[in-house]
C-alpha cells in the first residue's frame, strides 16, 4: 500500500526540531487563517508566506507536487466553473466563453487557498512522524478512545490490506475474474471475510495488550518543554495567523 | 520443594470457553525457579488458555495460581510475567519499534530515563537495536518476533517468560538466534509451548503433555519425547534425533 | 465526496469541527457509560482499518467500476463507535493519501459521521435477534443505502450553499444536481452489498453484530 506518510523525518532544520505540541498549535492557526482568505491581496501575501515557509523547510518540491496533484481535477473543475461562469464585469469573451472580474478573483482564491493550506499540510507531515504528532494531539487534549483508535488503525491498516490482497489473489487464482455485477456476492464475502478476520485478531491483540498492562496507563505525558526558539517560531505563527484573520475580517465588514 | 524456589503455583484449575466442552480439566502444575519447560500437545489440549490464564488475562471457572506465593487476579496487570504470543502482529501494535517496547514499561509507572534505558537494553541484547525507529509493518516475521520478545519479556524484566508457539513462521537464523536468547537470557523461569519438538529438545529441563485439559506427562524431556507409544497416543510424533535411540 | 482543504470558508470549517465535537462527545460519553470501553477501543479499531481496507477495493458496476465508502455497514456494525471510526478514518485517510482535508475534517466527518450514526440507528432499532433472512436483507440494504444517500444529500446541500461564489446561482445548482443524481447506482450498491455482507456476518459471526461495542 503506497501512502505519503513521510517516516524519514531527520533533519536539523528548524521545523524538524520544532517542539511538536507548540508546531501543531502554530500549524493549526495559520491553517485556519488562510481558510479565512477572500481577498485577492491576502491571497498573495499568503502564497508569499507559503512560499517562504516552504523554501526555509528544505523539502523537496516533488513531495508538494504529489499532495498538490490529489485534489487537482476536482479543484480544477470547480475553479474553472468560477471563472467561466461567474456573473459580473466582463473582463473578456470568446464565442460562449466569458471571463469576468469576479470569475477570475474566484478562480485565483480558490487554487491558491487549496495550495497554500496543502503547503502547509505537508510541511508539518514531511518534518514530524505521524506517530508524533498523534502523542502531541493527545497531550492537546485528544481523547483516549481517539488517539488509540488512530494508533491502532493505522497499525492494523496495513495488515488487513495486506490479508485482504492475499484473500483476493486466492480467489482469483481459483478463477474469480470479478468484473460482473454477479461477482458482488463474492466481494461481499471478501469484505464479510476481512471483518471476520478483524473481529477475530482483535480479541488477540486485546489480550496481548493486557498482559503488558493496557488500562492500567500511569496517563504517560512526554514532558518536552519549549525553548525559546519553540516559542518564538509558535508566536511568530500566530502573529501571522491574528494578523491575515484580523485583516479579512476588516475587509469582510460593510462598506470597506 | 520450599516456597523460596517456586515461582508458580497453579492449583486445580478448570477452565470451558463455553459451557459445552472443557479445555483445562482441573490442572495443577508447579514451576521452580531456573526450570524452562517445553509444553507439549496437539491442537486445542488448552496450551494457549493455560497460559492467558496464568497471566491473569483470561478467568478460570475454579483453581488459582500463585506467582511469587502472590494470587494472580483476573483482569490484572502482572508485571512479574511476560508472555510472547504466537502471531506477533497480535502483540506488536505500536506504530514505531521504540514506542511498543517502551508500551509495558510505562504502564508499570518507570519514569522515562527507566523506560528508554530498558527499551534500549531490550534492543542491544536482541541485537535489533537498528530497528528502533522502524514501523512494524515494514519488519519481517523473524524481526516482529524479537521485538515481541524485546516488549513483552526482556523491557518488562519478567521472572517468569512464557513463550506461545515461538519458532512458528521463522527461518532457520531467527530460529538460531531465539535458542541462543533463550539459552543465555537469565529469566528465572520459562514455559514454552511448541511443536517444534527439536527445538524443545534443545531448550528445556522438563517437559509436560497437555492433552484434553489435563497433564498427561510430565518429565525429562528425552524420556517423554522418545517414548513412541505415548507421543502417539497424543497425536503427537518422536522427534527425528531421537528416533535411533 | 471528500471536500479538499481551501474549498470552504473558515466560518464553515469551524461549524463543521464544532458539530464533530458534539457527535464524537456525544458517542464517547455513550461508549464510556458501556463500561467495557478498554476492551473495545481494539475492536472497533480493527474493524475501522478493515473497512478502510475494505473501502480501497474496487466493485465492477460494467462499463466501469466504483469504490464504495460502506458508512452505512459501518454504522450497523460499529454502532456507538461508528462516529469516532469514521473522524479517524477521515483523518488517516487525509494523513496517508491526501484525500479530502484537515480544515474540512470536521465537515466532512458530519457529511460521512451523522449518516453513519442514522444507519446505526437503524439496523439496531429493526433488526430482529431472531435471524429471518428477508426481513434482515431488507433492514441492512435500507441501513447501507440510506447512510450513503444521506451523505450525498449533506455533501449537496454544503456545496450548494456553502462554496463561495457569484456562479448564476441556477447553473450551479443544475451541475450540482447532475452530480447528486449521478449518485443513485452507488446508493443503490451500497444497499445491496451492505445486506449481502450483514447476512454473511449473521451466518458466519454473528458475535460481531451481536456485540455492544
Same mark, same amino acid.
Given at each position: 500500500?503506497?501512502?505519503?506518510?513521510?517516516?524519514?523525518?531527520?533533519?536539523?532544520?528548524?521545523?524538524?526540531?520544532?517542539?511538536?505540541?507548540?508546531?501543531?498549535?502554530?500549524?493549526?492557526?495559520?491553517?485556519?487563517?488562510?481558510?479565512?482568505?477572500?481577498?485577492?491581496?491576502?491571497?498573495?501575501?499568503?502564497?508569499?508566506?507559503?512560499?517562504?515557509?516552504?523554501?526555509?523547510?528544505?523539502?523537496?518540491?516533488?513531495?508538494?507536487?504529489?499532495?498538490?496533484?490529489?485534489?487537482?481535477?476536482?479543484?480544477?473543475?470547480?475553479?474553472?466553473?468560477?471563472?467561466?461562469?461567474?456573473?459580473?464585469?466582463?473582463?473578456?469573451?470568446?464565442?460562449?466563453?466569458?471571463?469576468?472580474?469576479?470569475?477570475?478573483?474566484?478562480?485565483?482564491?480558490?487554487?491558491?487557498?487549496?495550495?497554500?493550506?496543502?503547503?502547509?499540510?505537508?510541511?508539518?507531515?514531511?518534518?514530524?512522524?505521524?506517530?508524533?504528532?498523534?502523542?502531541?494531539?493527545?497531550?492537546?487534549?485528544?481523547?483516549?478512545?481517539?488517539?488509540?483508535?488512530?494508533?491502532?488503525?493505522?497499525?492494523?491498516?496495513?495488515?488487513?490490506?495486506?490479508?485482504?490482497?492475499?484473500?483476493?489473489?486466492?480467489?482469483?487464482?481459483?478463477?474469480?475474474?470479478?468484473?460482473?455485477?454477479?461477482?458482488?456476492?463474492?466481494?461481499?464475502?471478501?469484505?464479510?471475510?476481512?471483518?471476520?478476520?478483524?473481529?477475530?485478531?482483535?480479541?488477540?491483540?486485546?489480550?496481548?495488550?493486557?498482559?503488558?498492562?493496557?488500562?492500567?496507563?500511569?496517563?504517560?505525558?512526554?514532558?518536552?518543554?519549549?525553548?525559546?526558539?519553540?516559542?518564538?517560531?509558535?508566536?511568530?505563527?500566530?502573529?501571522?495567523?491574528?494578523?491575515?484573520?484580523?485583516?479579512?475580517?476588516?475587509?469582510?465588514?460593510?462598506?470597506? | 520443594?520450599?516456597?523460596?524456589?517456586?515461582?508458580?503455583?497453579?492449583?486445580?484449575?478448570?477452565?470451558?470457553?463455553?459451557?459445552?466442552?472443557?479445555?483445562?480439566?482441573?490442572?495443577?502444575?508447579?514451576?521452580?525457579?531456573?526450570?524452562?519447560?517445553?509444553?507439549?500437545?496437539?491442537?486445542?489440549?488448552?496450551?494457549?488458555?493455560?497460559?492467558?490464564?496464568?497471566?491473569?488475562?483470561?478467568?478460570?471457572?475454579?483453581?488459582?495460581?500463585?506467582?511469587?506465593?502472590?494470587?494472580?487476579?483476573?483482569?490484572?496487570?502482572?508485571?512479574?510475567?511476560?508472555?510472547?504470543?504466537?502471531?506477533?502482529?497480535?502483540?506488536?501494535?505500536?506504530?514505531?519499534?521504540?514506542?511498543?517496547?517502551?508500551?509495558?514499561?510505562?504502564?508499570?509507572?518507570?519514569?522515562?530515563?527507566?523506560?528508554?534505558?530498558?527499551?534500549?537494553?531490550?534492543?542491544?541484547?536482541?541485537?535489533?537495536?537498528?530497528?528502533?525507529?522502524?514501523?512494524?509493518?515494514?519488519?519481517?516475521?523473524?524481526?516482529?518476533?524479537?521485538?515481541?520478545?524485546?516488549?513483552?519479556?526482556?523491557?518488562?524484566?519478567?521472572?517468569?517468560?512464557?513463550?506461545?508457539?515461538?519458532?512458528?513462521?521463522?527461518?532457520?537464523?531467527?530460529?538460531?538466534?531465539?535458542?541462543?536468547?533463550?539459552?543465555?537470557?537469565?529469566?528465572?523461569?520459562?514455559?514454552?509451548?511448541?511443536?517444534?519438538?527439536?527445538?524443545?529438545?534443545?531448550?528445556?529441563?522438563?517437559?509436560?503433555?497437555?492433552?484434553?485439559?489435563?497433564?498427561?506427562?510430565?518429565?525429562?524431556?528425552?524420556?517423554?519425547?522418545?517414548?513412541?507409544?505415548?507421543?502417539?497416543?497424543?497425536?503427537?510424533?518422536?522427534?527425528?534425533?531421537?528416533?535411533?535411540? | 465526496?471528500?471536500?479538499?482543504?481551501?474549498?470552504?470558508?473558515?466560518?464553515?470549517?469551524?461549524?463543521?469541527?464544532?458539530?464533530?465535537?458534539?457527535?464524537?462527545?456525544?458517542?464517547?460519553?455513550?461508549?464510556?457509560?458501556?463500561?467495557?470501553?478498554?476492551?473495545?477501543?481494539?475492536?472497533?479499531?480493527?474493524?475501522?482499518?478493515?473497512?478502510?481496507?475494505?473501502?480501497?477495493?474496487?466493485?465492477?458496476?460494467?462499463?466501469? !467500476?466504483?469504490?464504495?465508502?460502506?458508512? /452505512?455497514?459501518? *454504522?450497523?456494525? #460499529?454502532?456507538?463507535?461508528? $462516529?469516532?471510526? %469514521? =473522524?479517524?478514518?477521515?483523518?488517516?485517510?487525509?494523513?496517508?493519501?491526501?484525500?479530502?482535508?484537515?480544515?474540512?475534517?470536521?465537515?466532512?466527518?458530519?457529511?460521512?459521521?451523522?449518516?453513519?450514526?442514522?444507519?446505526?440507528?437503524?439496523?439496531?432499532?429493526?433488526?430482529?435477534?431472531?435471524?429471518?433472512?428477508?426481513?434482515? !436483507?431488507?433492514?441492512?440494504?435500507?441501513? /447501507?443505502?440510506? *447512510?450513503?444517500? #444521506?451523505?450525498?444529500?449533506? $455533501?449537496?446541500? %454544503? =456545496?450548494?450553499?456553502?462554496?463561495?461564489?457569484?456562479?448564476?446561482?441556477?447553473?450551479?445548482?443544475?451541475?450540482?444536481?447532475?452530480?447528486?443524481?449521478?449518485?443513485?447506482?452507488?446508493?443503490?450498491?451500497?444497499?445491496?452489498?451492505?445486506?449481502?455482507?450483514?447476512?454473511?456476518?449473521?451466518?458466519?459471526?454473528?458475535?460481531?453484530?451481536?456485540?455492544?461495542?
Amino acid at each position: 500500500m503506497k501512502t505519503l506518510i513521510n517516516t524519514d523525518c531527520q533533519s536539523n532544520n528548524i521545523f524538524h526540531q520544532w517542539e511538536p505540541r507548540s508546531k501543531l498549535l502554530a500549524f493549526t492557526l495559520l491553517l485556519f487563517s488562510f481558510a479565512m482568505v477572500k481577498s485577492i491581496e491576502l491571497a498573495v501575501f499568503m502564497l508569499v508566506i507559503c512560499s517562504v515557509i516552504f523554501f526555509l523547510s528544505g523539502i523537496p518540491f516533488r513531495n508538494l507536487l504529489k499532495r498538490w496533484k490529489i485534489p487537482a481535477v476536482l479543484v480544477l473543475v470547480t475553479g474553472t466553473m468560477l471563472l467561466f461562469l461567474s456573473e459580473g464585469h466582463l473582463l473578456a469573451s470568446a464565442g460562449p466563453f466569458k471571463i469576468t472580474r469576479e470569475g477570475l478573483i474566484g478562480f485565483t482564491l480558490i487554487t491558491s487557498r487549496v495550495m497554500s493550506i496543502i503547503t502547509l499540510i505537508v510541511i508539518l507531515f514531511e518534518t514530524t512522524p505521524l506517530l508524533t504528532i498523534i502523542t502531541a494531539m493527545r497531550n492537546l487534549g485528544l481523547p483516549r478512545i481517539l488517539a488509540d483508535m488512530t494508533l491502532f488503525t493505522l497499525r492494523y491498516l496495513y495488515t488487513l490490506h495486506w490479508q485482504l490482497e492475499q484473500m483476493k489473489t486466492a480467489m482469483v487464482l481459483r478463477g474469480f475474474a470479478g468484473n460482473k455485477i454477479s461477482s458482488w456476492k463474492e466481494y461481499a464475502i471478501l469484505i464479510g471475510g476481512i471483518m471476520v478476520r478483524s473481529f477475530d485478531q482483535s480479541e488477540r491483540v486485546y489480550r496481548a495488550l493486557a498482559v503488558r498492562g493496557y488500562g492500567f496507563e500511569q496517563n504517560y505525558i512526554p514532558c518536552m518543554s519549549w525553548s525559546r526558539k519553540d516559542k518564538t517560531l509558535c508566536y511568530s505563527f500566530a502573529v501571522l495567523a491574528l494578523m491575515i484573520s484580523s485583516i479579512q475580517i476588516y475587509l469582510n465588514m460593510p462598506g470597506v | 520443594m520450599s516456597d523460596n524456589e517456586m515461582l508458580l503455583r497453579i492449583s486445580n484449575i478448570s477452565f470451558a470457553y463455553k459451557q459445552d466442552r472443557m479445555i483445562l480439566d482441573n490442572l495443577s502444575l508447579n514451576v521452580s525457579r531456573g526450570e524452562k519447560i517445553g509444553v507439549l500437545g496437539p491442537n486445542g489440549a488448552g496450551k494457549t488458555s493455560l497460559f492467558l490464564i496464568i497471566a491473569g488475562v483470561e478467568k478460570p471457572s475454579s483453581g488459582e495460581v500463585y506467582l511469587n506465593n502472590k494470587l494472580i487476579l483476573p483482569g490484572s496487570f502482572n508485571t512479574e510475567l511476560g508472555l510472547v504470543f504466537q502471531d506477533s502482529d497480535d502483540q506488536v501494535f505500536n506504530f514505531s519499534v521504540f514506542e511498543d517496547i517502551a508500551f509495558g514499561p510505562r504502564n508499570m509507572g518507570l519514569s522515562e530515563p527507566e523506560v528508554a534505558r530498558r527499551v534500549n537494553e531490550a534492543l542491544e541484547v536482541l541485537g535489533i537495536h537498528h530497528l528502533k525507529s522502524r514501523p512494524p509493518h515494514q519488519l519481517s516475521g523473524g524481526e516482529k518476533r524479537l521485538v515481541a520478545i524485546a516488549g513483552g519479556i526482556l523491557a518488562m524484566q519478567s521472572q517468569l517468560a512464557i513463550y506461545d508457539e515461538p519458532t512458528s513462521n521463522l527461518d532457520m537464523k531467527y530460529r538460531r538466534k531465539l535458542i541462543n536468547f533463550i539459552n543465555t537470557y537469565n529469566q528465572e523461569a520459562a514455559l514454552i509451548a511448541s511443536h517444534d519438538l527439536e527445538f524443545i529438545l534443545e531448550i528445556c529441563s522438563r517437559v509436560i503433555l497437555l492433552d484434553q485439559g489435563q497433564i498427561a506427562a510430565d518429565g525429562k524431556p528425552r524420556d517423554i519425547m522418545g517414548n513412541g507409544n505415548l507421543m502417539e497416543k497424543h497425536s503427537l510424533e518422536v522427534p527425528h534425533s531421537l528416533r535411533n535411540i | 465526496m471528500h471536500i479538499p482543504d481551501g474549498m470552504l470558508s473558515a466560518g464553515v470549517c469551524a461549524a463543521g469541527y464544532g458539530l464533530t465535537l458534539v457527535a464524537a462527545g456525544y458517542s464517547i460519553k455513550k461508549i464510556n457509560q458501556s463500561g467495557e470501553t478498554v476492551r473495545s477501543i481494539p475492536k472497533a479499531s480493527l474493524l475501522t482499518a478493515a473497512f478502510f481496507a475494505a473501502s480501497l477495493i474496487h466493485i465492477p458496476v460494467p462499463p466501469t !467500476s466504483v469504490h464504495l465508502i460502506l458508512n /452505512g455497514l459501518l *454504522g450497523a456494525i #460499529l454502532g456507538y463507535f461508528a $462516529f469516532p471510526a %469514521i =473522524l479517524v478514518a477521515l483523518f488517516l485517510q487525509a494523513v496517508m493519501f491526501g484525500h479530502g482535508g484537515l480544515t474540512t475534517l470536521g465537515i466532512n466527518a458530519v457529511i460521512m459521521g451523522l449518516p453513519a450514526m442514522v444507519s446505526s440507528f437503524i439496523y439496531c432499532r429493526f433488526s430482529n435477534p431472531q435471524y429471518n433472512p428477508i426481513r434482515h !436483507s431488507i433492514v441492512g440494504f435500507v441501513s /447501507g443505502s440510506i *447512510g450513503i444517500a #444521506l451523505s450525498v444529500v449533506l $455533501f449537496v446541500v %454544503i =456545496l450548494i450553499n456553502f462554496i463561495p461564489s457569484n456562479i448564476n446561482a441556477d447553473t450551479e445548482k443544475i451541475a450540482i444536481y447532475a452530480g447528486a443524481l449521478g449518485h443513485i447506482p452507488l446508493v443503490i450498491i451500497e444497499g445491496i452489498i451492505t445486506a449481502l455482507v450483514l447476512n454473511y456476518l449473521k451466518q458466519v459471526k454473528p458475535e460481531i453484530l451481536e456485540t455492544k461495542l
